[in-house]
């Protein structure tokens, strides 16, 4: 690898031999942008430059990322999204009933927390030196593996009578008072191809899967840092009640990590890809498909899981793995706002603030009282009951149940999940001013592929060392799989011009508006993907392109030159036209480095995901 394979820091393709987990863990991209540079790299003064250390070669080390009645709780999987969205956001069950099951049946819990409240002393597996760690008495492959005939591709989306939509948790015990993605899309339409309609090819980008909290004093384990300080200081507090078990509870979660639960869902996600668009895989004739991912550990090894669901074990020499940096300053689509300074900017990116206190304030009012009548020596405010909310989301995809989710009413978990409407819609999507600046590369890239055309100009977050190389970015394959973050997700949502997500406007944050059109549980679960569709149809010439979320066929009126279809249908070449003015509309120096500024609050709003015109200059408050 040499300095003509590094744009603005050393990005590496399809190594999955050769990656090095870090043990570095720092703030997540997912609820801020990262604006420290990792060690080994200089910040430049240009967007386009980037330069190692002199005392250490480009490339030669990757970044450093960093009633108890259980039959009754239906898992539900798509309310939590600022990093959570797959959590089971819950009613409260019932007290009486839980009383009397658990004087009847004792269910053991598993110690597998640490006796301080601190939670210092964790677990770990594997084992850093096994004893019996001799790999040369279990080789992975001893030859002798019988007949192996395979079968044909299936191919599901073409040939059955019916839909497998890929919802549902059922290894998890969690409530379900909140709707998910059910009657999410167009109403009638189906993910299968339309009547008289061919699937010819598929885009596919998708999220990681359910991961712990990120690293950060604030959220779940500001509740840690509350208990540790009563400790520290001397503080006697009790709970009673419904919170009599936060008396011997400690912090159980990680950071940053996969789940379980996690790992199974980017599992799943690859086996239902491969079911439903395996026949795809025979237009590979003479190359390997391209995936790509990011180094952070949660995106690389949801790529792994989903390529041993889509590919099956052993996955070496059936695709090609492309994993490029997340870190500050290396450009990629995949994760923009590491070049793009304002996305993690006062005053630019966090307008979310204001409106999801204010929001706290006024669902949790009640809530905080209720608990704090049942801890004596601890003050409960609005904030506190809302990291429980999100420990409850946390626990159940790390540890498959949360006593934290039977604390609250069905109404306080409406509004837990209006809250993350209010985080996402001004902090990532349509309402912030630096959504789709950082959507616009991946547009770039998607018009390259959709064009079978290479990227002419390189003014965005896309990455021209691997772009421009038809071996690590190929543009002539008929399934690319993508996966990123949800904030990612929801940048290109916005991107696109999906404005049938917001056309009932800006989120007030004093009321749950009635018919909003903006659902973050629906946009950015756990797991999120978008199936950008190509299809040749019998009643027309034209390619015909649509975009599946989630299942749920996306309108696309709001894309231009795109009509009005019940069936989500648009021209490629209409689509292409459309993506293409975007991108010329799109300042990616004016958006991402521009001295600009916004009111906080309802002083300026914006539903395109744009800041004020450069012509405008500042606005001020």
Known sequence: MGPDDVERGYVRPIAHDQYTESTDVTADPEEQALLLAPPGYAIASQAADIEPRSDEKAGSRPPQTQGRKWTKCLPYVATFAAGIATCLAAQRLSHSSHSDTQSQTSIPQPNILADSVSGSSVFHFPPSKPTNWRPSLFPTNVGYTGPTPTGNEPGLIATAPAYPVHTGAPQLVGPSSLGGVKDFGLPGASPEAPEGCTITGLHFLHRHGARYPTSSREGPEQVRYL???????????????????LNTWDFPLGNELLTPFGRQQMYDLGVTLRIKYGFLL??????????????????????????????????????????????WGVNNTL??????????????????????????????????????GQLKGLEITERDAYNFQELCAYETVALGYSKFCELFTEEEWKGFNYALDLFFWYGHSFGSP??????????????????????????????????DNPITFPLHQPLYVDATH???????????????????GPLPSDHIPENRSFYASRLAPFGTNMQFQLLSCAATPDPQIRIIINDGVTPLTGIPGCPASRDGLCSVESFVNAQKQTISDTDWNWDCHGDWTVPAGTGWNTTSGTPPPKDAGRVRR
């Not at 208990?227 to 009673?240: I, M, P, Q, S």
């Not at 390997?288 to 949660?298: A, H, I, K, N």
């Open 335 to 372: 994760a923009p706002y590491m070049t793009c300074p304002n996305s993690g900017a006062a005053g630019k990116a966090d307008r979310h603030k204001p409106y999801v206190s204010e929001w706290i304030s006024v669902y949790l009012k009640d809530a905080a009282a209720r608990l704090q």
């Open 282 to 327: 025979q237009n590979f004739t003479d190359t390997l498909p391209v995936f790509r991912t990011e180094s952070q550990d949660r995106m690389l090894h949801s790529a792994m899981n989903f390529a041993v669901g889509f590919f099956g074990y052993p996955i070496e020499g059936k695709y090609l793995q492309s994993i490029t940096y997340e870190a």
């Open 434 to 467: 630096v959504a789709r600046v950082q959507g616009i590369g991946y547009i770039q890239e998607l018009v390259a592929r959709l064009t079978h055309t290479p990227i002419q100009t390189h003014n965005s977050s896309t990455n021209a060392t691997l772009n």
């Open 227 to 245: 208990l540790e300080k009563a400790k520290k200081d001397g503080v006697k507090w009790r709970a009673t009640g419904d919170l009599s078990f």
């Open 486 to 504: 949800e904030v990612v997700v929801l940048n290109i949502i916005t991107a696109l011009g999906l404005n049938t997500f917001a056309k009932t």
